[in-house]
């Protein structure tokens, strides 16, 4: 099955894109993803690490899920966490040189 880009005119498609991107677009949640960078981990490891406590950072780690961004396993009482498709990571470094870019910009219009 080949995916071709959006179809601007498609809007399940278009509300799909939105859906995913709104459910990175949120500074816990951005947290989280750079915190998953390493790779699988535990709930009881996420909370500490971004701060905030367990059941604000479970309700961001569901969001991410449901939209397909994150995957979950559950051993025991433990539940574990990791990025269910690693192409987030490249939409993350993207966003990063835009915003290297535009600082630059900024700068050169300061100076």
Same mark, same amino acid.
């Given at each position: 099955?080949?995916?071709?880009?959006?179809?601007?005119?498609? $809007?399940?498609?278009?509300?799909?894109?939105?859906? &995913?991107? %709104?459910?990175?677009?949120?500074?816990?949640?951005?947290?989280? =993803? *750079?915190?998953?960078?390493?790779?699988?981990?535990?709930?009881?490891?996420?909370? $500490?690490?971004?701060?905030?406590?367990?059941?604000? &950072?479970? %309700?961001?780690?569901?969001?991410?899920?449901?939209?397909?961004? =994150? *995957?979950?396993?559950?051993?025991?009482?433990?539940?574990?966490?990791?990025?269910?498709?690693?192409?987030?990571?490249?939409?993350?470094?993207?966003?990063?040189?835009?915003?290297?870019?535009?600082?630059?910009?900024? =700068?050169?219009?300061?100076?």
């Amino acid at each position: 099955m080949k995916l071709t880009r959006t179809d601007p005119k498609d $809007p399940k498609a278009l509300a799909w894109r939105a859906e &995913i991107l %709104k459910a990175m677009a949120q500074p816990t949640r951005l947290a989280i =993803l *750079e915190f998953l960078r390493g790779g699988e981990e535990c709930v009881c490891r996420i909370f $500490p690490a971004i701060g905030g406590n367990q059941p604000n &950072i479970s %309700k961001h780690l569901n969001l991410m899920k449901k939209a397909g961004v =994150l *995957e979950s396993r559950q051993e025991g009482t433990m539940t574990f966490y990791w990025i269910k498709d690693t192409r987030v990571f490249e939409i993350l470094d993207l966003v990063d040189e835009m915003m290297r870019r535009e600082t630059r910009e900024r =700068l050169k219009a300061v100076g």
